[in-house]
Every structure is written in C-alpha cells, then in structure tokens.
C-alpha cells in the first residue's frame, strides 16, 4: 500500500542535540499526525495537526502542518536518552473515518 | 485504565498452517482497526470496524484473510493459510469513534511464517 516519504530513514545525534525530521505526500492531507513507536510496543500519539501551516508543541516536540498540505515537520530539541525510537508521520484526507496513511519512518539513536 | 490488550505477543507456525490473533480494544471504544507492519515499514490498515460492522476492508487479502468482531468489543483476525510473506507485526488499534483521530494501539502480534 501507499507509504508517505520521511526524511532522514535514520538519524545518529549526541544527546543534547536537536533532532528535525520530515514527511512528504504526493496528495493533499487536511491531517497529520505524528507517532513514536518504542521496540516491541506500538504507535503512540505525540501530536496531531488539523490546519495548514499550524504550529503545535508538545513538550520538547513541535510539529509543522506545511501550507502545501503535502509535507509536515517534527522537531526535537534537546534530545534525551528516552527519545530513542521510530517516528512515524501519518496523514488522512479528511478529518475523520478517512484510514491513515504512514510514513515510513525515521529511526532516531542516541549515542552515548 | 487498561489498554489495548493483543495476544499472543508472538507466534511461530509452519507455511499453510492457520493463525489467528485476538484483539480486546480499550473499553468504550467503538472503533477497532487491524493493521499490518512490515519490517521497517509504517503500519497499513488491513480492516476498519465500526462496532460490529466493517466499515473498510479494501486492503484484507480476502482469500486467506478473515476477521470477525461479532459482539462489538473484541476482534479476532485470522490467516488460512499463512504464508512466508505474512510475517510480520500485526497491530489492533482502537478509538472512541471514527471521528476520533486518537488510536491508540496494542503492542501487536509479531508473526513468523517458517
């Protein structure tokens, strides 16, 4: 099935260090959502987004709805050990009984 | 609050055998999803209920693929036969309603197919 691109597939940083990361559709989304998945658990929530080019924060973790309804953004700053894991970017295509469509994700490691 | 509860977390079977996975969603939710994870790849729905009714099936492989949520609560997704390339996670998620953008998801079923 249809996969939304994330950019980078991996990402090594120090912890400290900020992290960004993207997502990318060929198709116009009105909802993006962004999830973190831990080994062996699944997808949670960090944070969702209803309107083009809203701006949200959770915590250390702020997230970009694009204006060309086509991409979104997720920033960590200052990362921390517990920030380890996949980020996967979801969109519908309208808000609602609309099937999310993932991302492919991006593996974020924490070097000692 | 207990969540989303799957079982078995893992299983092993031969090609051609049959599987199936058991899903209980988070109490109150009406809407219960199956989706598929491959390795390395984001989670793709396979079904979408609505109570007892599925909403969305388009992606279940229907010649070996089956689930039932017969009383509106929990789930059972089923292969007959498995295949090699049906290894993988299978995620149970539920929300309050399809118009609820939160699910939440189980810990899966990571099944392999030898």
């Known amino acids: 099935g249809q996969q939304l691109n994330q950019s980078p597939q991996s990402m090594f940083i120090q912890e400290g260090e900020d992290v960004s990361m993207n997502c990318t559709s060929s198709?116009?989304?009105?909802?993006w959502l962004w999830y973190k998945q831990d080994p062996g658990e699944g997808p949670v929530l960090l944070i969702a987004?209803?309107?083009?080019?809203e701006l949200t924060s959770n915590g250390r973790l702020t997230a970009q709805f694009g204006i060309t309804r086509k991409d979104s953004f997720l920033n960590i700053s200052a990362s921390i050990p517990s920030d380890v894991g996949i980020y996967f970017c979801?969109?519908?295509?309208?808000?609602?009984?609309?099937?999310?469509?993932f991302g492919t994700g991006t593996r974020l490691t924490i070097i000692p | 609050e207990a969540g989303v509860v799957q079982s078995p977390r893992y299983k092993i079977i031969e090609k051609k055998q049959p599987v199936a996975f058991w899903c209980n969603p988070i109490?109150?939710?009406?809407?219960l999803y199956w989706y598929l994870q491959n390795l390395g790849q984001g989670p793709e729905l396979l079904i979408r209920?609505?109570?007892?009714?599925?909403?969305?099936d388009s992606q279940l492989p229907k010649d070996r693929f089956s689930a039932e949520r017969l009383k509106g609560v929990d789930s059972t997704l089923k292969i007959q036969p498995a295949e090699l390339g049906d290894s993988a996670v299978y995620l149970c998620?539920?929300?309050?309603?399809?118009?609820?953008?939160?699910?939440?998801f189980g810990p899966g079923t990571r099944l392999t197919v030898l």
């Open positions: 998620a539920s929300s309050f309603s399809s118009g609820d953008n939160e699910q939440f």
């Open positions: 198709s116009i989304f009105n909802t």
């Open positions: 987004l209803y309107k083009a080019g």
């Open positions: 979801a969109g519908q295509p309208r808000f609602g009984n609309e099937k999310l469509t």
């Open positions: 109490s109150g939710h009406n809407t």
């Open positions: 209920y609505e109570n007892e009714e599925a909403v969305d």
